[in-house]
């Protein structure tokens, strides 16, 4: 008889709290109403520690267009964004034309 070969299981990744962060401000900033606003305001969980809170908010004072509000009362963070080009471009609509009566 053939011997099986056990592997193990490696199983999903456990989510680092530096990922789970990033994905809920990530989730925070592409809601389609704060898509539309262009503006969300995150807050720090408890879960967040210190070092993963202080990085987020240092990539995002790095990235160009957002203004970064700071909430003392609740450690809480507003940030704003102007569109993007993409963004005004899709915003154009283009009239239809008027249709004239059938002739019949």
């Given at each position: 008889?053939?011997?099986?070969?056990?592997?193990k299981?490696?199983?999903?990744?456990p989510?680092?709290?530096?990922?789970?962060l990033?994905m809920r401000?990530?989730?925070m900033?592409?809601?389609p109403?704060?898509?539309?606003r262009?503006?969300?305001r995150?807050?720090?969980?408890?879960?967040d520690g210190?070092?993963?809170w202080?990085e987020?908010?240092?990539a995002?004072?790095?990235?160009?267009?957002?203004?970064m509000?700071?909430?003392?009362?609740?450690?809480?963070?507003?940030?704003?964004?102007?569109?993007?080009?993409?963004d005004?471009?899709?915003?154009v609509v283009?009239?239809?034309?008027e249709?004239?009566?059938a002739?019949?």
């Open positions: 008889m053939a011997q099986q070969s056990k592997k299981d490696a199983g999903p990744k989510v680092s709290s530096m990922e789970r990033t401000v990530s989730s900033i592409n809601h109403i704060a898509q539309e262009r503006e969300v995150i807050h720090r969980l408890d879960t210190e070092r993963e202080s987020i908010l240092g995002l004072s790095e990235a160009d267009g957002i203004d509000t700071f909430h003392d009362e609740d450690e809480s963070v507003t940030l704003r964004w102007e569109p993007s080009e993409d005004e471009r899709s915003a283009e009239e239809e034309p249709l004239e009566a002739p019949f």
